[in-house]
């Protein structure tokens, strides 16, 4: 439902359905506070490996972007 926060975008019943679609359960919000938990003890346990894990994974998501844009910019000049 785009527009759904602009004013005027709707009926406020619709408006209400929107919001009440981004409530975060409480299982939710336990399992995001237990994996946040984890990862920093993790990080802070062991911070060379998690900095060598952490370049890591950006480095490969920097070259997956970058691949697609090239990939990208190639069709469009053939």
């Given at each position: 439902m785009?527009?759904?926060c602009r004013p005027g975008s709707g009926s406020v019943r619709e408006?209400?359905?929107a919001v009440?679609?981004?409530?975060m359960s409480?299982?939710?919000?336990?399992k995001a506070t237990?994996?946040?938990g984890g990862l920093a003890f993790l990080v802070y346990s062991f911070p060379a490996l998690s900095q060598a894990v952490?370049?890591?994974v950006l480095t490969l998501m920097w070259f997956s972007c970058a691949h697609q844009v090239?990939?990208?910019?190639?069709?469009?000049s053939l």
């Open positions: 785009p527009g759904a408006r209400w359905k009440e679609a981004m409530n409480f299982y939710d919000l336990v237990v994996i946040c952490i370049i890591g090239i990939w990208t910019a190639r069709r469009r």
